[in-house]
């Protein structure tokens, strides 16, 4: 029985990634229609990303804008030798880190403005129901962006590091501090 | 591995990978995507080589553009204000018609270089009413903003490419 239902997961995996390349293929012909499928299929996951490394909706939604417009231009650039998902991904979050950077007000770059509002925030009933999305969204911006990287998506120090442009000893004291923010953030205390 | 980064663990693994964004996304993308297949079209419709003239051209629009870029967020600040943020677009839009309007009027007794100059004239002006009929529903959104700057751009830059003299075509 067990075995019977690998196999069909197996065949779904197969048949969704034969039905994903074609739509790929077509799309880098220009058949929007085909775009428009790797769009919906992705949107999710593209969002969630950068979502939770703007920390703000709107800045989010403008960012996932930009990584499909940008993804039009660089899907001749996939080569089908990674899965499609893990590539996106990829691209999602240096376009995501790239957008950022652009929309960094002046006022922002003057005023360091990194620990801004920590302080007002309180910390949670220390109990298992948290949300831990909310509490990551409240961390300062490279701790999460770090935090976001490493924990959630699974890269690592050295290649944070290289897409946020600072060291790697920088990239674990931020991952370090959110982690010491989010404890703060739900209430446990330091064992 | 501490109580705490057990915790976290645990935390993390039922987060969810997807989250749907509030507004539909699809139609600032579609347009961006048909703003870039219109740029490639013209760009091959006129490779000549760029001259010095041309490159003044291309800074005084981009010079133009960044003036619009600059003032736009803070023309939008007063907009939202007014909760009429349409009125910028149509400042942008008029301001645009005067500048085109000028430029025309000052290379009238110049004979432009190609014939179909005022077609792709057109098509840009048609791509700059779709990008303002979506901005009617959306005045905010920044990327059809964007776009919206872009194709106005093209329209000074094909104006005074299609007029330089002959000789500066070399």
Known sequence: MEHTQQRVVHANVVFGNKSENELISKAKKGDKQAFRSLYDEHIGRV??????????????????????????K????????SQFSTWLHSVTANITISYMRKQKGWVQRIFNLENSGINEMPAEENSTDVDLEALVIRLPERARMVFVLHAIEGYRHEDIASMLNMAVGSSKAQFFRAKQLLKDFMGVDDE | MSNFDDKLAQHISGISKEKQPERDLWRGIELGITSQ????????????????????AIAASVCLVTVLWFAAPFAFKADESRSDGYALIDAMSMQQQQQVNSLLASYESTTA???????????????????????????DNSALIKMLHHVYQQQIALIERVHAPKWQQI
Not at chain 1, 54 to 63: I, R
Not at chain 1, 74 to 81: I, M, V, Y
Not at chain 2, 113 to 139: C, G, M, N, R, S
Request: charged letters at 30%; aromatic letters at 8%; glycine letters at 4%.
């Open chain 1, 47 to 72: 969002y969630a990303l950068c979502y939770r490394l703007t920390g703000e909706k709107g800045m989010a939604e403008d960012a996932s804008q930009e990584v499909f417009i940008q993804l039009w």
């Open chain 1, 74 to 81: 660089k899907l001749a650039n996939f080569d089908g030798q």
């Open chain 2, 37 to 56: 297949q219109g740029d490639a079209s013209q760009d091959d419709a006129s490779s000549s080589t760029v001259t010095s003239k041309q490159w003044m």
């Open chain 2, 113 to 139: 270089l190609t014939e179909d100059w005022q077609e792709q004239l057109k098509e840009l002006d048609d791509a700059a009413d779709v990008i303002k009929a979506a901005l009617k529903d959306d005045p």
